[in-house]
């Protein structure tokens, strides 16, 4: 993600109403954190489906089919 637009939405945000700019500011982090766990989660759910995709498929990956 490109941080000069964000800095120039920021930055039109606390122009127009600066307590939204600051709330903003101060709740960005911790929303951040709060879905960092829900990020593990997804990464481990796709790492977990692509294992069973692996498996699934090895037997016609050994005998060569293509596809």
Same mark, same amino acid.
């Given at each position: 993600?490109?941080? +000069?637009?964000?800095? +120039? +939405?920021? =930055?039109?945000?606390? %122009?127009? =109403?600066? $307590?939204?700019? #600051?709330?903003? #500011? @101060?709740? &960005? $982090?911790?929303?951040? #954190? @709060? &879905?960092?766990? #829900? !990020?593990? @989660? /997804? @990464?481990? %759910? /796709? *790492? *977990?489906?692509?294992?069973?995709?692996?498996? +699934?498929?090895? $037997? *016609? !990956?050994?005998? /060569? %089919?293509? /596809?």
């Amino acid at each position: 993600m490109n941080a +000069l637009p964000t800095v +120039l +939405l920021w =930055c039109l945000l606390a %122009v127009l =109403c600066w $307590p939204l700019a #600051l709330a903003v #500011l @101060i709740l &960005s $982090p911790l929303i951040w #954190l @709060i &879905s960092l766990p #829900l !990020r593990l @989660i /997804g @990464i481990t %759910v /796709g *790492a *977990a489906f692509g294992l069973v995709k692996a498996l +699934l498929t090895l $037997p *016609a !990956r050994l005998l /060569g %089919v293509r /596809g």
